[in-house]
């Protein structure tokens, strides 16, 4: 482990040739009997929906080729399984087996989704545990498990707070979005037919009440926030923001992605907020990454309950759960069945595994992770907003780039270093900005690690910065035209020759 943090080498790694181009005609890795019906191909099938040509060149390989270059290729790859992924805002953390394998048993991987409900009650007692376990946590009154993302849950919340302004007579037009919020809160209000108007931060951090209180207006539906937010702060007046919001008739409504920095020692519904969603697939262990799965469920205030999604599961009289699709103020479906159930029995599987006192100290040791790598290198790497944070800590590229080093030339060069860059530029209203969350996952060797190869980097800077801006040197692929792979994307592989 200690070699990780010596000085990374600067040789850039060959293709190691024949990674692709294998194939030698005739090689093949299967054997077929021979055909006992007519072969009659072009009379069977019509030419136009041949497609032949887009096979000619293909490689011919054998089983073990196969093998070998998919295997190889794994080997190459980065994951939370081979190293601290610092993505912040991602929370990308190692996620426990045992949920893996809950997930996999035949009852509920096998559980079609038209199964009716008498014949699935192991399904709905998961639905319906998981979302009492999501109302104690969120100290909200009830929650919906059917939206399938973070981004579905924002939308999903918002829709419910327009209809249930509408219901009472009083449409409105604007959505209140604070600088620091996540990217994705101004699409959600846009696609629900707001206008947003931009809130900006304080000196610390968090928003500034000042302009809170002079954009807050009759016609503003809600303000969607982000807590903590993309700075890695908590909002500390966010009683007062609630209250400001809710004075004008408006709706909090709170982005809960980040809830790793506050499970089991915060709730939002004792804040004030009115709806907020929660990432399972970042909080709570689920897979993440890769596009998918996800779940985005939303929690609600009792104000708002009859708006959720339907159908929700509820118990009958007998004791058994069914469906109930009476609710007449429900915003409708916004996912077929319960989105992506093998999610939810995940999610489920890590709150039940960790108890209230596992929660509340994996809480605890996310915000301990990003003080102590914040504490460790705040000489090295500028902090634009100082101080305590929570579960991630934004740094950037200020001091370095006094030596003509960019924060994407550090990120890369970590890369060498053997870590996974950390999200980049983002939030926006920090230049050069290199967001880092260790998340809970992380022990202290690791921590340690990671904080080394950053010295180590920013010394670089100083003394050679060109290593840095022609990283990475030892990856089998070095650094790419960005600008091209953006504009011009090679999405496909064709054999030589035939590229386009």
């Not at 072009?42 to 089983?63: H, T």
């Not at 954009?215 to 702060?233: F, I, Q, R, S, W």
């Not at 902090?383 to 200020?398: L, T």
């Amino acid at each position: 482990m200690k070699n990780r943090i010596k000085k990374a080498t600067t040789h850039t790694v060959q293709n190691e040739g024949l990674l692709f181009e294998v194939s030698r005609p005739g090689r093949t890795g299967y054997s077929l009997s021979q055909l006992d019906v007519p072969e009659q191909t072009e009379e069977m099938i019509e030419r136009r929906l041949l497609r032949d040509d887009d096979l000619a060149g293909m490689p011919e390989l054998s089983e073990v080729d196969v093998v070998r270059h998919f295997t190889r290729l794994s080997t190459w790859n980065y994951g939370v399984d081979t190293g601290m992924y610092p993505l912040g805002s991602c929370t990308m953390k190692y996620n426990p087996r045992l949920n893996e394998r809950i997930a996999r048993l035949d009852g509920f991987a096998g559980l079609h989704p038209l199964t009716p409900a008498p014949l699935a009650q192991g399904a709905l007692e998961v639905i319906r545990r998981l979302e009492e376990c999501l109302t104690r946590i969120t100290g909200l009154h009830a929650v919906s498990l059917q939206p399938a993302a973070g981004a579905q849950g924002e939308m999903t919340g918002i829709m419910m707070i327009r209809q249930a302004l509408a219901d009472r007579g009083d449409p409105r037009k604007k959505v209140l979005i604070p600088d620091s919020a996540h990217g994705t809160n101004p699409a959600s209000a846009i696609i629900c037919g707001y206008t947003v108007h931009t809130v900006r931060s304080n000196a610390e951090g968090g928003t500034d009440l000042a302009s809170l209180r002079e954009m807050m207006t009759e016609d503003v539906a809600a303000l969607m926030l982000t807590n903590p937010n993309t700075l890695g702060k908590f909002e500390r007046n966010i009683e007062e923001v609630c209250r400001i919001v809710h004075q004008h008739g408006g709706m909090v409504y709170m982005d809960g992605a980040n809830m790793n920095a506050l499970v089991e020692v915060a709730r939002p519904g004792d804040f004030g907020v009115d709806v907020m969603h929660l990432n399972l697939h970042k909080t709570f262990s689920t897979p993440h990454g890769g596009g998918g799965p996800g779940a985005g469920p939303v929690a609600a205030r009792e104000t708002l309950e009859p708006y959720l999604p339907f159908p929700r599961v509820v118990r009958s009289k007998d004791g058994s759960l069914t469906l109930d699709f009476d609710r007449p103020k429900s915003i409708g479906r916004v996912r077929a069945y319960f989105g992506n159930f093998g999610v939810l029995v995940r999610a489920l599987g890590y709150i039940l595994t960790h108890g209230d006192e596992g929660l509340r100290e994996a809480t605890e040791a996310a915000v301990v992770n990003a003080n102590y790598i914040a504490h460790n290198l705040k000489d090295t790497y500028d902090i634009p907003y100082p101080g305590r944070v929570m579960h991630e800590v934004i740094f950037s590229d200020k001091r370095q780039a006094r030596h003509g080093v960019k924060n994407a030339d550090i990120s890369k060069r970590l890369i060498d270093y053997g870590f996974y860059p950390p999200t980049m530029s983002f939030p926006l209203i920090v230049q050069g900005a290199i967001m880092v969350e260790p998340t809970e996952t992380e022990g202290r060797e690791e921590l340690d690690l990671f904080i080394a190869a950053m010295k180590a980097i920013n010394e670089e800077a100083a003394e050679d910065p060109e290593i840095l801006r022609h990283a990475p040197h030892t990856t089998k692929v070095g650094r790419l035209d960005e600008v091209a792979a953006a504009r011009k994307p090679v999405l496909r592989w064709q054999p030589e020759g035939r590229q386009k």
